[in-house]
């Protein structure tokens, strides 16, 4: 298994930006599709993105695609997740995940049985 670091949180304002990264200790990161999920106050824990192992294909809920973008650098073992436009429905715990999907797409539609390291999560608040 892999040991997820997040880190990259914080306060912003709407329409603002950040970028997560979470790195991965272990030899084995590249075999891993890795995800990003979130959980706001109240509210069960939600898929937001994902990429597969080679990083060739993502895969985002309908609620952040085309303002968030999952990426990854194996050479580092890190994944990153780039927020732009955010808006204060995206405040949340942010997660990321290593799972045991053959595709992005699999781990974004599957249920999270597959998962097999979490983060410890970084809080992401956006004011309005």
């Known amino acids: 298994q892999v040991q997820l670091v997040e880190s990259g949180g914080g306060l912003v304002q709407a329409g603002g930006s950040l970028r997560l990264s979470c790195a991965a200790s272990g030899r084995t990161f590249s075999s891993y599709a890795m995800g990003w999920y979130r959980q706001a106050p109240g509210k069960e824990r939600e898929f937001v993105a994902a990429i597969s192992q080679g990083g060739t294909t993502t895969y985002y809920s309908n609620s952040v695609r085309g303002r968030f973008t999952i990426s990854r650098d194996n050479a580092k073992n890190t994944v990153y997740l780039a927020m732009n436009s955010l808006k204060p429905e995206d405040t949340a715990v942010y997660y990321c995940?290593?799972?045991?999907?053959?595709?992005?797409?699999?781990?974004?539609?599957?249920?999270?049985?597959?998962?097999?390291?979490w983060g410890q999560g970084t809080q992401v608040t956006v004011s309005s």
């Open positions: 995940a290593a799972g045991l999907y053959q595709t992005a797409q699999a781990m974004g539609v599957m249920t999270d049985k597959r998962i097999r390291s």
